[in-house]
Structure formats: C-alpha cells, structure tokens
C-alpha cells in the first residue's frame, strides 16, 4: 500500500498517457496544486459518483501529473494541463487535510499477448478512425502501434462516465481494445444511417 496522495474528485475520467486541461479555482485545490507544483509530485484523480442525495467516489482513478502552466491569476486561480500517469485502486480516504487524501495500490495491466495485441490495436485504430470521420471527431495523437492506444481512443469517446469509467477499470490492454471494437461495431451502422439521412436531404452531399 502507498503513502497518501493528494485527491481531486470530479466528474470525469481521466485515462493514463492522456492529457487534460483544468482551472483550478476553490481555495483547497489551490493550495494543493500549489505543493504538486512546489514538490514536483502528482495528485489522484478520481471521478465522483451520484448515488441519490448524496456523493461517492469511484473505486479506481489515476494519478496526474502537471505538465505545465498554462495561466495564473492574480488571485491564486491557474489553468493547468495534466497527464494522466499510472491507474490505482482507491483503498482509504482521508480528510484531515482541507482536500481529500487517499490511500491506493496501482493496478498494473495484466501481461497479453502481443501478436493478439497488434491486431487488435490496429482494428481499433481503424474503426475510430472511421466514426472520427462520420462524428467529425478530431484523430487521436497516436499510431496504430501505441502501446497505450486504447486510453488514447476511451479518452475521446463521446460516451457516458460510466462507459468511461468501466475501460478505466479494465486490467488488461486487450479486454479494452475488444470492448471499444465492440462498440465501434454498434456504432458505425447508426452513424452511417445518420448520415445518409443527412446528405439525402441535404440536396447536394454536403453533410452538416
């Protein structure tokens, strides 16, 4: 088990090797980016979960790296980028600090086979790349052979938290990959039906 790391919960799922933007505004945050910045170290972000009236944490987040700075303010807000780093299991929370500490174990992917693994990962690359195309979805920073490409293709997914949240989870590269083809898969007839509705009515093929 690991010492405490410092806890940024929000609705969102952030994949390792992937980046984000966020504005750090509430007074704790600030006070916790600011030692992540003075100390060089990374944060967790986990995402929050509404259960009725009230809010919990999901069971497993990612650690955050700050890679760089992109805005201060004059009165102590910042607009940061970060990279999502290693997956962990959330095993204790602590809140003796103003923000949220926690106590987690990495969650290592399992070892695949990497013959399977290459084909997948190309198939992958493939169908995102054509509902990319059908959705006008920008193309992930990434080649077919990405060792990491499934985080690449979840993060830009327009899909809900919890289909997020579940890749998150998932402990192998190759249960990721099968599970976004599959989803390609069921995808790819609607869009395509979609948009030869569109160009259907549109007179002349132009797609909106």
């Known amino acids: ?4 790391i410092p806890l940024f919960p929000l609705e969102l799922v952030l994949f390792p090797d992937t980046p984000f933007p966020l504005h750090i505004f509430e007074p704790r945050y600030k006070e916790m980016i600011g030692e992540c910045l003075k100390n060089k170290t990374e944060f967790g972000i986990v995402r929050t979960i509404a259960e009725g009236d009230s809010v919990r944490l999901a069971d497993v987040g990612c650690t955050a790296e700050i890679f760089h700075v992109l805005k201060t303010y004059p009165d102590g807000r910042m607009d940061i980028f970060v990279q999502g780093r290693k997956r962990f ?3 204790a929370v602590n809140e003796e600090r103003s923000f949220l500490q926690g106590r987690f174990n990495f969650a290592p ?5 990497e013959k399977l693994l290459a084909e997948l990962r190309a198939k992958a690359f493939q169908m995102n790349s054509d509902v990319s195309l059908l959705m006008e979805l920008p193309k992930p920073p990434v080649e077919p052979t990405d060792v990491n490409i499934s985080y690449h293709l979840s993060a830009i997914l327009p899909v809900d938290l919890d289909f997020k949240q579940a890749l998150l989870e998932m402990r192998s590269e190759e249960q990721r990959l099968r599970t976004l083809i599959d989803y390609y898969y069921k995808v790819l007839p609607k869009l395509k039906k979609i948009v030869a509705g569109r160009v259907k009515t549109g007179g002349e093929g132009y797609v909106n």
């Open 109 to 113: 992917d399992e070892a695949g086979d």
């Open 89 to 91: 299991e959330l095993i």
């Open 1 to 4: 088990m690991s010492d405490l």
